[in-house]
DNA sequence: ACATTCAATTTACATATGTAATTTATTTTA
DNA sequence: TAAAATAAATTACATATGTAAATTGAATGT
């Protein structure tokens, strides 16, 4: 599995959220946070890495899009997350979010209808 | 907050669990995956940054104690990487989990029979 | 008291990561 | 076509991390 870092994945969201975006868009829409040459390190890393390529080049400027998708990749980081916090036990993460109010009855009825729907 | 690494938490891990433990003790538990060199380096780094601290020595050996409460480890962590991943939305997370099989609906019954009890 | 043992401490070193400046090479413009 | 602009690529550098060997210094046995 591509290992991406908490930095490289605010470049990731921003694709998967266009789909495909070039390098300015991606710019852009994170200038914010950080400087357009730390940005375009992270868009080469991923490159390296193979977690996006580029899709087209107009002039000098790539279009990139990636390559990993990101349902997949929330499963996957989220079974190691709940390994490594939780022995692997959905329901002591959730007993957790219970404690702390974030989670409600309303909230359980609703995902009971959504597996009930699941279901059929 | 303290960062603990992957590698640290799996030392902290122990002392949470036995609540005090000496250098042996905890390289004992966790042997089988590092070298005993390596276990001190992740406890010097732990003491260094005030996760741990030592309570007691006997000869030249400590005893060692966490100054982290696991449980807000826990919900610190599992905050953050809620936000990371999935916007901060619990029922993102669930959601997720419920499309993997992994929730069913005998859990969120618990679960709810939990909040009752807890209401009370 | 001195030598020996051994837990602890220090040093080492490669790779990852956050952050960005510098250089290069390709377009575009005059 | 030569010069200017500029996106991309390369280099830089400090800190974190995984991994462990080498050194030190305090207990302990003789």
Request: glycine share 4%.
């Amino acid at each position: 599995m591509i290992k991406i870092s908490d930095a490289e994945l605010v470049v990731m969201k921003v694709l998967w959220q266009k789909g495909e975006a070039t390098s300015f868009d991606i710019i852009d829409n994170i200038k914010e946070n950080w400087n357009e040459s730390t940005v375009r390190t992270l868009i080469n890393r991923l490159h390296a890495k193979g977690a996006i390529e580029p899709v087209k080049k107009e002039g000098k400027t790539y279009t990139y899009r990636s390559k990993i998708n990101e349902e997949e990749y929330r499963i996957v980081e989220s079974n190691s997350f709940l390994k490594k916090m939780y022995e692997g036990s959905v329901n002591n993460l959730l007993l957790n979010f219970v404690k702390q109010r974030k989670l409600s009855k309303k909230d359980l009825e609703h995902l009971m209808n959504l597996i009930d729907e699941e279901e059929r």
